[in-house]
């Protein structure tokens, strides 16, 4: 079985797995990060979107093999102690319902705002298009963004 070299929350882990794994199962099956969740296995939830070289992305999609030399931030490894902006906004604006989601609405949420700090309402939009919240916290969310733009 093939070894890979990844950088993860800052942490260099050597895994062993077959080329096609998606980077998905690396993190919650061998490295126990679990935070990341499955919600569709095709891309198009947004429940598994970590940071790979600071782009959100979704771990689904991009196999083990494509993750070498790349940097890859968890929800684990967004901040040590939950305090991020974007944590922080979700917890004044009470945004978790089931709660599933927002790994992936975090991550998605805080890319945008390294990318763009004072985004528009379209902006929000766009880029959270695509993370779907079953219990449909839309609005807390696009308020929250908007709150931790500021923080």
Known sequence: MPTFN????NENHTVEADMDTSLLW??????GLVGTKYGCGIGQCGAC???VDGNAMRSCLLQVS????MEITTIEGLSK?????VQQAW???DVP????CQAGQIMTAAALLKNNPNP???DIEGAMNGNICRCGTYVRIKEAIKTASKL
């Open 91 to 93: 917890l004044e604006h």
């Open 97 to 100: 319902q089931c709660g599933y």
């Open 49 to 51: 979107t970590v940071h």
């Open 81 to 85: 102690e939950g305090d991020h902006p």
């Open 26 to 31: 690396v993190l919650r099956d061998t490295l």
């Open 120 to 122: 528009s309402d379209k």
């Open 6 to 9: 990844l950088k993860i929350n």
């Open 66 to 69: 494509q993750a070498s030399g």
